[in-house]
């Protein structure tokens, strides 16, 4: 059964720590992404990888990183430089024809940082 | 640069009763047009999307969007809704490339 996965689903840290979301698509598409979600601001993409070990920034990449090592794996760092971590985050993968191709989406993972 | 704008945040509409979910893009070349939807604390799920052809799109769960050029709009309809269509929606535009660029999504909200 194809897909994306995303764990944890809630996630708790104390401000000045650093954390990864994981996120592993089974899919064998190219290219994959992270979003942020906030309530009334929609998506925003953070960052994305069109292929293995190479990635660009997004939109709002300032206090986040990625890797991009496996085909089938993105992890995204929040790091303690990003402001206001809390927010629901989003991975997505999608395969490479330039033709409309859709997006496919995790279930998120909801960070909570106090 | 191209951008999507949901007019609406919210919409309440009683259950049966048909709905449109507004949505406006500007760009200066041709674009993909997509509609997601998003159920509470999960990820986001394709609707229908727009590349060429038919301006009228058929999607899932009885939803449809009508492309129109002249008034860069792509809004979405349904004729007759349930309560299991209670979610937020996004409109989504890409211009040929791998992104996507979402609106503010709206939240639909049916009522028994």
Same mark, same amino acid.
């Given at each position: 059964?194809?897909?994306?996965? $995303?764990?944890?689903? =809630? ?21 994959? =992404?992270? =979003?942020? !979600? ?16 190479? *990635? ?7 206090? =986040? ?16 430089? !990003?402001?206001?971590?809390?927010? *629901? ?9 330039? $033709?409309?191709?859709?997006?496919? *989406? ?9 | 640069?191209q951008s999507v704008t949901q007019?609406?945040? &919210?919409?309440?509409?009683?259950? +049966?009763?048909?709905?449109? /979910? @507004?949505c406006n893009y500007s760009s200066?070349?041709?674009v993909?047009l ?7 604390? &999960?990820? #986001? &799920? /394709?609707? #229908?999307?727009? #590349?060429?052809?038919?301006? #009228? ?6 939803? +449809?969007? +009508? ?5 860069t709009s792509f809004?979405? @309809? ?7 269509? %209670?979610?937020?929606?996004?409109c989504a535009v890409?211009e040929? %490339?791998?992104?996507?660029i979402?609106g %503010?999504? %709206? @939240? ?5």
């Amino acid at each position: 059964d194809g897909g994306i996965t $995303q764990s944890p689903k =809630y996630l708790f840290r104390k401000e000045g720590q650093n954390v990864t979301l994981s996120c592993e698509q089974n899919l064998n598409h190219d290219a994959m =992404y992270w =979003y942020r !979600q906030d309530p009334g601001q929609g998506l925003r993409l953070i960052y994305y990888s069109q292929i293995v070990n190479d *990635f660009q920034k997004g939109d709002i990449a300032e206090g =986040y990183s990625v890797s991009r090592e496996k085909k089938e794996s993105f992890p995204l760092t929040v790091t303690s430089a !990003q402001k206001n971590p809390t927010a *629901f985050y989003l991975c997505a993968s999608s395969i490479r024809t330039g $033709q409309g191709d859709e997006q496919y *989406f995790g279930p998120g993972t909801r960070l909570t940082v106090t | 640069a191209q951008s999507v704008t949901q007019l609406d945040s &919210q919409v309440p509409v009683f259950e +049966e009763a048909p709905v449109e /979910l @507004r949505c406006n893009y500007s760009s200066s070349v041709s674009v993909y047009l997509f509609w997601y939807v998003q159920y509470p604390n &999960q990820g #986001l &799920q /394709l609707l #229908l999307k727009y #590349l060429s052809g038919s301006t #009228l799109v058929k999607g899932i769960n009885g939803f +449809e969007a +009508e492309f129109n050029k002249s008034q860069t709009s792509f809004h979405l @309809r349904k004729p007759s809704v349930h309560i299991s269509d %209670t979610a937020e929606y996004f409109c989504a535009v890409s211009e040929h %490339t791998d992104k996507l660029i979402f609106g %503010t999504g %709206t @939240r639909l909200q049916v009522f028994p």
